[in-house]
C-alpha cells in the first residue's frame, strides 16, 4: 500500500497544480496541504473527498490503497443518487475514518471479496492483521477537572491499536470529565512541547504546582483555561505570570488515544 502523501504529491503533479491553488479550490489551508505532503498529518474525511474531487481521483486511490486512480465509472455515469444508499455509504466512511491503518486495511480486503462475490471485480482474499504499538514512560495524570499535583506522578505503559500516532514530545493520561465530550479519563494524549501562542487549541499547562489539560487562548492580557464539560467553570491567569500565580504551557495536544489492553 502506498502512502497519503506520496499520492497527494502524484495526483499534484498530474494535475500540474500548485499548493496555493489546491488550497483555493478545496478551502484547505496551504499549511495543512504541506503538513500533508511532508507525512506530519493525514487529511480527515470531508478534507480527503474535498482533495479528492478538486484532483479528480479515487478517494481510496488516494488514501494510498492499490485501486485505479480514475473515478469510479459508475458514480461518474449515474446521474441519480440513491439519499439511503449515500447514508450508508457516509455512515460506512465514518466508521471506518475511526479506525487503525491495519484495520482499514482488512475493511478493505473484506470489500474487495464482497465486490467478487457480486460483481466479479475484485479476487482478492481476506488477510487479518492484528497490530498493536506499546507506547513507554506515559506521565500518570493530567488532569481534566480539578488538577493533579507533580509528586502524584508516576510513569506507565500503554498499548494502541493505531499505527498512525504523529511525532510527540511526550505523552500523559487525562485523568477526571472536564474535557468531555472531546477527552475522557483514561484517554491519552500526545504532546508537542514546541507552539505557538494559545488560539483555542488543547494545551497541558502547569498552574500552581498541578497540570490541566484545557483549550487554552489568550484574551485582554490573561490566559483562559476552558472546559469543554459545562459544570467546570474557566480559570483565568494573567500575563505574565505574576509573582502571586506561576503558571507555564508544558506542551500542545496533536494527538488522543484510548488504550487497548
Known sequence: MNSFKNRLREALDLRGYSQAELSRQTGIGRNSISDY???KYEAKQNKLYALAKSLDVDVAWLMGYDVP???????????????????????IIEAIDKLSHESKKEVL????????????????????????KRLD????????????SYD????????????????YDFATFVTGDSMEPAFHDGDV???KQSFSTPEGGIFIVDYDGKSFIKQTWTEDNKLILHSLNPKYEDKILPIPPDEYTYWNIAGEVIDSFTPID
Do not use: H, M, W
Open 189 to 191: 494524549v500526545l504532546c
Open 69 to 91: 486512480i480514475e473515478i469510479n465509472s459508475i458514480e461518474e455515469s449515474s446521474p441519480i443518487v440513491n439519499n439511503s444508499d449515500s447514508s450508508i455509504t457516509d455512515d
Open 37 to 39: 505532503l511532508n507525512g
Open 109 to 132: 480486503e473484506f470489500a474487495k471479496l464482497k465486490a467478487t462475490e457480486e460483481n466479479e471485480v475484485y479476487p482478492a482474499p481476506i488477510q487479518f492483521n492484528n497490530f498493536r
Open 137 to 148: 514512560g506515559v506521565v500518570a495524570k493530567s488532569a481534566a477537572g480539578f488538577g493533579y
Open 152 to 167: 502524584d506522578n508516576e510513569f506507565y505503559s500503554v498499548y494502541t491499536d493505531r499505527n498512525d500516532l504523529p511525532d
